[in-house]
């Protein structure tokens, strides 16, 4: 079973607001907690919310590996060489937590392969959620011979299985402050612990503003490829949450720049992609206007910044292209 974060990108803006994007893979089953994560901050780039103040979006940026995407022969293969499984074996209790660990054994009413009676398997937790994951590949096999689509075969496996998951975000603090906590759920917390660990020694790349944060971008690709490509073949590498192709191949630029058409230029658009990409926005002082009022410290483009803070975000840019061109 694996819990794991690999830092892909780390970058800094002139006014040192840090934009980091991770891949990371845990256990489907707590997908659902991860995905739940949001964050309201007291600073600005958009309004989302006026309750007693204003609040904004600082949510995270994410692309995962889909169930639907992936052979049932494939997944399977994952699964029997990785199972997802839980790390701690929680006891019974009221509330949300299960704070004390249980090892009582597990009885699974079995037929006896001798005698053909009924009798009872005494299984520890592991073998007890290891023979569950065994009966539902035996399910999904069946499901998968009779000519079912993975999108529904896949559904049965997913308790076993891992996802891959591309994250981007200028706001941690209040993840790892919720989720790196003895109240949360422990394989989420080993999540944070590891996803705190992956930077933990990282030195960002310094950007100024036209300077890019990208993804699965090589260094030798961004000393030959012109920008627009660099920018759009990102984008479809955090498609795939992968560098490598489908296959595990190395990528082709020209299907990279395939991919991205058939995201971007899709109705409806498939942008989400187009997340992980961003530029240090501009911080413009405060001055004395024309009239002698005082204008505050504002940033030039915060419309653009999505999620973000400081960094203007590529799915932003494209949006606004296709709204100038549809108006």
């Known amino acids: 079973m694996t819990i794991a974060a690999k830092k892909i990108t780390h970058s800094v803006s002139p006014d040192g607001i840090e934009l980091k994007t991770a ?9 659902a907690e991860e995905l ?14 006026i309750n007693d103040g204003v609040m904004y979006d600082r949510n995270l940026s994410r692309n995962a590996s889909s169930s639907r995407a992936i052979p049932v022969s494939r997944l399977i293969e994952d699964i029997l060489r990785d199972t997802a499984m839980p790390i701690h074996w929680g ?10 660990e249980h090892r009582a054994p597990i009885f699974i009413e079995a037929i006896d392969e001798q005698n053909l009676k009924p009798c009872f398997l005494e299984l520890s937790p592991e073998e007890a959620w290891i023979l569950a994951r065994d ?3 035996k399910i999904a096999q069946a499901f998968d011979e009779s000519g079912y689509h993975k999108q529904v075969v896949n559904r049965l496996l997913e308790p076993f ?45 310094q950007l100024r503003p036209g300077e890019w944060h990208l993804p699965f971008v090589t260094e030798y690709e961004r000393e030959w490829l012109d ?28 299907k990279d720049l395939q991919l991205y058409h058939d995201l971007v230029g899709a ?23 024309p009239y002698g009022e005082w204008r505050v410290e504002h940033w030039q483009a915060p419309e653009l910044h999505g999620n973000f803070r400081g960094f203007i975000q590529n799915r932003k840019i494209i949006e606004r292209q296709i709204y100038a061109r549809a108006a």
């Not at 891959?164 to 422990?186: C, G, I, M, Y």
């Not at 992980?276 to 001055?287: F, K, L, M, N, S």
């Open 91 to 100: 006891k019974n209790q009221r509330g949300m937590q299960a704070d004390e």
């Open 36 to 49: 739940t994560h949001r964050i309201l901050s007291s600073t600005p780039d958009m309004i989302i919310e």
């Open 135 to 137: 009966k539902a590949i």
């Open 227 to 254: 920008l627009p490509t660099q920018i759009k073949i990102s984008v479809a590498r955090c498609a795939r949450t992968s560098y490598l192709t489908h296959e595990g191949k190395q990528p082709l630029v020209h």
């Open 267 to 289: 109705r409806p658009l498939h942008a989400s992609p187009a997340e992980h990409q961003a530029t240090p926005d501009v911080r413009v002082p405060g001055q004395v206007g």
């Open 161 to 205: 299985a891992h996802i891959s998951v591309l994250v981007s975000a200028t706001e941690w603090d209040n993840f790892f402050e919720l989720r790196d906590h003895k109240d949360a759920q422990p394989e989420i917390q080993a999540l944070a612990i590891a996803l705190k660990n992956a930077f933990a020694e990282s030195v960002p790349d």
């Open 23 to 31: 891949l990371l893979r845990y256990p489907r089953f707590i997908h």
